[in-house]
């Protein structure tokens, strides 16, 4: 299983540059303190220590063994630094939606007849069901909460003249978004790369989504899984979403589709909104993947006519992320009994005719426990 910490990042071959050069002065500082004038106070462990010892550990002098491995996503690869969230991501524990052990949460959008968004209902309008059976709804909320988001942009050989728009859309974005949204760039083709980590600041995810390398093919089910991964086990946010932008199949992946849905459907996974710009050649294809993953997960599939539309587009995706409805319910299945879970949320109201619920149509109940204690 693909996964964003062991994702190949640009110029990776300069850590181990600089970790040789650490080593280097490390060493001669040990060498100078112990031969230190006698009105010199070295310090005692360096003189003591075994040269070996001079190649420290990936784990910091405030990290023990047991922490370390409470946090795998955490371990550094042979090959390249680890990854950690951007020192700029503080949000406050206010952006954090605490829930129970036993709750399932479900972020869901509303839209009437015309598909106008209902953004006025309360808990009373709504009813989850469960595998067919009426749950009771623990926890509501409808506010505008910061989301963590993964930008997924296709950077494969047919996207070059597309990209410039693609990544201006992107930033827009984020600019109607939340401001304290929590945002990193994967770039992929027929490998996958974060660009940037979690972070608000616009200038870096701009950096970022101008990596452009269009090459290769398109991996794209494997870009996907990863962001996936990644969000599930470093946002510190609760609601967590995928942005995806396309131009054709995927043709390069190790994973499946199949696979790709089980992973975003996982407990607590996140809500995919996908564009493809596709041509007629191969369209049905991949058509039918970015409506698969967004469907299930609750979100939306664009399929603009022309790029001039990618952006609004974006801008209507943070509309929608920012007027989603809360719904926290218990099963009354555990969710130790594991399996595979049908949800379904129904709303009416008075005033309105048909109102439709979109969200989430199913969860793998205990996968989230199992993903996090077996990397």
């Known amino acids: 299983m693909p996964r964003l910490d062991t994702m190949l990042r640009r110029n990776n071959y300069v850590f181990p540059f600089f970790l040789i050069l650490l080593i280097t002065f490390a060493t001669l500082g040990v060498a100078q303190n112990t031969s230190a004038p006698a009105g010199t106070q070295a310090p005692a462990p360096a003189s003591t220590t075994p040269p070996e010892s001079t190649q420290a550990p990936a784990v910091s002098p405030q990290s023990s063994p047991a922490s370390a491995e409470q946090s795998p996503s955490q371990a550094p690869d042979a090959a390249q630094p680890p990854l950690q969230q951007s020192p700029d991501n503080n949000n406050g524990d206010v952006f954090v939606f605490k829930k129970e052990v036993d709750e399932v949460v479900l972020h869901a959008t509303v839209v009437d007849d015309k598909q106008h968004l209902v953004t006025n209902l309360d808990k009373n309008a709504f009813t989850v069901f469960e595998n067919g059976t009426p749950q009771t709804i623990t926890s509501f909320r409808h506010e505008d909460i910061p989301v963590a988001m993964a930008i997924v942009i296709d950077n494969s050989g047919s996207m070059r003249e597309k990209r410039q728009k693609v990544n201006q859309a992107a930033l827009n974005l984020v600019r109607s978004s939340n401001p304290n949204d929590q945002v990193f760039v994967v770039n ?119 790029l001039d539309e990618v952006d609004s587009i974006s801008r209507t995706v943070a509309h929608d992320i920012r007027n989603q409805y809360t719904i926290g319910y218990k099963p009354t299945t555990p969710k130790s009994a594991g399996g595979y879970r049908q949800v379904k949320v129904d709303a009416r109201a008075h005033g309105y005719g048909k109102l439709t619920v979109r969200t989430k149509s199913g969860y793998y109940a205990g996968q989230e426990r199992a993903s996090a204690s077996n990397p």
Do not use: C, W
């Open 188 to 306: 992929f083709n027929d490998e996958y790369y974060l660009d940037q980590d979690f972070t608000s600041n616009i200038n870096q995810l701009r950096e970022a989504l101008e990596k452009i390398e269009a090459r290769g093919g398109t991996a794209l089910y494997d870009a996907v899984v990863a962001s996936a991964d990644h969000l599930k086990k470093n946002a510190r946010l609760e609601r967590k979403v995928v942005f995806v932008v396309t131009d054709g199949e995927d043709n390069a992946s190790r994973e499946s589709l199949e696979a790709a849905v089980h992973r975003l459907q996982e407990e607590n996974g996140p809500t995919v909104y996908s564009i493809g710009i596709l041509g007629e050649e191969k369209a049905r294809r991949a058509r039918r993947a970015l409506e698969t993953m967004s469907d299930r997960t609750g979100g939306m599939a664009f399929f603009p006519r022309t």
